[in-house]
C-alpha cells in the first residue's frame, strides 16, 4: 500500500473517532498532511520568494539600447570638432560630419542617406531639405533643418576638394567612404563608417562617455532646449511625430530647473 494512501486513511479515521467521541477535529496542517507544503525539511516556514518562479527572482542587467543615452557638454562639443585635421580630405569630411550630425540633429540613417541637393535656400537661409524615412511607419516626411553658416561652410569645402567642382551634380552622396580599403572603390557613406568617425573623434578628445551617433543628436536637443526653445521648435528640428518623443530630452535640463528653483527662492531668502 503506498504512503499517501495510509496518510489519508489515517487522517479519515482520526477524523471520524474525533467526532464520535466529541473531540476538537484536528486541521489538515495540525495533522501534517500538508507539513510539506508548507513547511521546510527542517520544519521551518518556507520563504515566499521560493514559492515565486525562478523568473521573476532573476534581475537582468540593461542592454546597450537599454542603457541611458549621454550627451556633451558645450566644452565636450568644442573637444570633439577640434580633434579633426581639417588639411586632411578626411578631416574635412569627418569635420563636416560631427558639425552636422551635433547642430541638425540627424538620424546615422538621414545622414548617410544625404545628397548634395538636400542643401537649400529657403528664404534666404541655407538648410538641409530632405524626406526622412519613418520605420514604423515606412512613410517618408520632409524634413527642414536650418543650418549655421559655419556648418555649411564646412561642407561646401568638403565638396570642392572632393568633387573637384564648386557644383557637383544633385544626386551625388552629400558624404562618401575613403575608399582606401582593399579593392573598394569610394561610395556613399556607411552607418559603420559613421559609428567609426565618432568613436574615432571620441577617443581622441578624450571624452569619457559611452558617445554613439545618437548621442550628438541629443546633444543637439539638449542644447536647444537649454538655449531656451520651446518642445515644438526642437520637435521640427528632430523629426518627431510625436511631441512626447521630444519630451524625453527634458530631463537633462534639471540643472536648469535647479538654478531657477534657486534663483527664485533667493528673492525672499
Not at 139 to 148: I, W
Not at 154 to 168: D, I, L, N, S
Amino acid at each position: 500500500m503506498r504512503v499517501e494512501t495510509i496518510v489519508v486513511l489515517t487522517i479519515f479515521f482520526t477524523v471520524s473517532i474525533a467526532g464520535a467521541a466529541g473531540l476538537p477535529t484536528p486541521s489538515a496542517k495540525e495533522s501534517g498532511a500538508s507539513e510539506i507544503a508548507v513547511d521546510g525539511l527542517d520544519g521551518d516556514p518556507v520563504d515566499e520568494r521560493e514559492r515565486q518562479p525562478r523568473w521573476r527572482l532573476c534581475r537582468r542587467e540593461p542592454t546597450m539600447n537599454e542603457r541611458p543615452t549621454e550627451w556633451l557638454e558645450a566644452d565636450e562639443v568644442r573637444r570633439l570638432l577640434g580633434t579633426v585635421d581639417r588639411r586632411t580630405q578626411q578631416g574635412r569630411r569627418d569635420g563636416a560630419i560631427l558639425r552636422l550630425m551635433v547642430e541638425a540633429g540627424l538620424r546615422e540613417g538621414e545622414l548617410c542617406a544625404l545628397v548634395i541637393g538636400d542643401l537649400k535656400t529657403i528664404q534666404g537661409r541655407d538648410c538641409l531639405h530632405f524626406a526622412s524615412l519613418k520605420k514604423r511607419s515606412g512613410r517618408r516626411v520632409l524634413r527642414t533643418v536650418p543650418l549655421t553658416a559655419e556648418a555649411v561652410a564646412e561642407v561646401r569645402r568638403y565638396w570642392r576638394t572632393e568633387y573637384r567642382t564648386a557644383t557637383p551634380g544633385a544626386d551625388l552622396p552629400a558624404f562618401r567612404t575613403l575608399g582606401e580599403r582593399g579593392p573598394y572603390p569610394k561610395g556613399p557613406l556607411t552607418a559603420k563608417a559613421l559609428d567609426g568617425i565618432v568613436a574615432r573623434a571620441v577617443r581622441r578628445a578624450a571624452i569619457g562617455k559611452r558617445v554613439t551617433p545618437h548621442s550628438l543628436r541629443h546633444t543637439c536637443a539638449t542644447s536647444l532646449l537649454r538655449g531656451g526653445a520651446d518642445l515644438e521648435t526642437v520637435r521640427a528640428i528632430l523629426g518627431h511625430a510625436n511631441i512626447a518623443t521630444t519630451a524625453r530630452y527634458l530631463h537633462s535640463t534639471l540643472e536648469r530647473s535647479a538654478e531657477a528653483v534657486a534663483r527664485a527662492a533667493g528673492a525672499w531668502g
